[in-house]
């Protein structure tokens, strides 16, 4: 997938982000195709916008960007966490009758 391949680009080997414009550089690639993909598989999507979410806060907790950049990564990264919330599959809740109509089903 491309962001395996953009994400081990903007990463050293020790982990550590390379520079913050790459941080920056690779986010903002990820929210156009984010963007470009909405309409699409929903699972995907999901996924997507997760690693958005990630990039976003490895953005906000470097000590070296300007605070105004921090602050504003740091609400994006709550925003996305937020689509990312919206955005999984439910789980299905049965309740008592729902049980009791599907163990008689599978009888």
């Given at each position: 997938m ?63 960007l ?21 955005t ?20």
């Amino acid at each position: 997938m491309v962001t395996d391949k953009m994400t081990s680009t903007f990463v050293e080997p020790n982990s550590a982000p390379a520079q913050p414009e790459l941080l920056v550089s690779a986010v903002l690639h990820l929210m156009s195709h984010y963007t470009a993909n909405n309409s699409q598989e929903t699972q995907s999507c999901v996924k997507l916008a997760s690693v958005i979410e990630r990039h976003l806060k490895a953005l906000a907790d470097l000590p070296n960007l300007a605070p105004v950049l921090r602050a504003t990564c740091q609400q994006l990264s709550e925003q996305w966490g937020n689509v990312v919330e919206r955005t999984m599959p439910q789980p299905e809740k049965f309740n008592f009758f729902s049980r009791i109509v599907a163990g008689a089903r599978s009888a």
